[in-house]
């Protein structure tokens, strides 16, 4: 089949593991013909918004990638919001695409490829949204004029040449319903998902990691990651860690600091030698990390890393919030302020035989919902 990805509402990144890289993976890994029609949208050296050179090239994630400007005229920081780009039909009409992927539906360009799926009634469109009420429309200017005024009546124009809207969690579902005017026959259920390792890869995988930060085998492994600010809440994790003294109890932390934070988080790592601080990793090493965790902690705002956590058999620690409730199935505990945190470390140091249980869940419930390979299968059919 001929597939193409549009990554005109969004950044596409090469060789991270966003959604929009691991279905363009999966669907090149299927044999698949897939091009990927991209913004200049992408992230710098210092992980900060940048914008790379219009061109094409092979991908990272195996796919020919084409990237377009915006089109000319105007302020740039309109053009940014409108999205319109040079091409967009004839590249359709050149690729001939059985199938369509438009990830986030806030561009003029979703009107050029619902004009192109009118022309040809066979091509399947589908259209992911990751908009919620915490990353969106968040000011009355934005949902008045932007998305009121213009967002909206595209999507509208647009949606009967749609097969589905895709939301990724409930929150991104009320969004589009309330703000998009989306019914429920309109909308399915797509969750960001994972890689899902068979038991040769995964133990290998966690033995070679964990041999590598010298952890023994009967450690239990916490593990933390992300661009952290004070939303995510690592500070009162460490907290909460280091006042349950258990040597056989460790918390490795990835990522990034921001200033507000940065000093405070060091004090607290560099004063229990139990946790290890490894800095940003790629991501074919968290992938590693993941498996040699035994519990992923994200008890603040959200993030991917949790379902590719789950889907690497840990148990999880999570914030309670709706959209977590369809993941977390008797495979980890909801905390919602920092004595939930601090009783979810000790029930879980002190019983590792539930973190074994739960490990169990994570990975039966990745199998079967998370795994990238069967997401990626259900666009095709």
Request: glycine share 4%; charged share 25%.
């Amino acid at each position: 089949m001929r597939v193409i990805h549009f990554c005109l509402s969004c950044f596409y990144i090469d060789n991270y593991t966003y959604q929009e890289n691991m279905l363009v993976r999966q669907h090149v890994d299927m044999g698949h013909d897939v091009l990927v029609v991209a913004s200049t949208e992408i992230y710098n050296s210092d992980r900060q918004l940048d914008y790379a050179n219009p061109g094409e090239y092979v991908g990272g994630d195996g796919a020919k990638v084409i990237r377009l400007p915006y089109q000319r005229g105007g302020p740039f920081v309109l053009k940014r919001k409108i999205r319109a780009y040079p091409g967009v039909f004839k590249l359709l009409s050149d690729f001939a695409p059985d199938v369509i992927v438009f990830h986030g539906p806030c561009s003029w360009e979703l009107l050029t490829v619902a004009r192109y799926v009118n022309n040809n009634k066979s091509v399947k469109l589908y259209v992911d949204s990751h908009e919620d009420q915490y990353n969106s429309a968040r000011s009355w200017l934005s949902r008045l004029l932007l998305y009121g005024f213009f967002y909206v009546p595209i999507i509208n124009l647009a949606k009967k040449h749609v097969d589905k809207f895709l939301y990724l969690s409930y929150e991104c579902k009320f969004f589009c319903q309330k703000i998009y005017g989306l019914k429920e026959s309109e909308l399915e259920f797509f969750p960001l998902g994972g890689v899902v390792f068979d038991d040769d890869q995964y133990f290998n995988r966690r033995l070679l990691k964990r041999s590598e930060l010298n952890i023994d085998d009967s450690c239990l492994v916490f593990f933390q990651s992300g661009k952290f600010d004070a939303k995510k809440k690592l500070l009162q994790s460490i907290v909460a860690f280091k006042n349950i003294p258990s040597p056989s109890a460790r918390l490795v932390i990835a990522g990034g600091f921001d200033a507000e934070i940065e000093s405070q988080a060091m004090q607290l790592i560099c004063s229990d030698e139990r946790i290890s601080y490894i800095g940003w990793i790629n991501p074919e090493q968290l992938q590693d990390m993941l498996c040699a965790a035994d519990v992923y902690v994200q008890p603040g705002s959200q993030s991917a890393t949790l379902q590719m956590s789950i889907s690497a058999r840990c148990a999880v620690i999570v914030d309670d919030v709706p959209s977590h409730r369809y993941i977390i199935k008797d495979n980890g505990i909801f905390v919602k302020d920092d004595e939930d945190l601090f009783r979810a470390y000790s029930v879980l140091i002190e019983s590792p035989s539930m973190v074994y249980e739960m490990a169990l869940k994570s990975f039966d419930f990745a199998s079967e919902s998370l795994d990238y390979k069967k997401l990626a299968e259900r666009l095709l059919k």
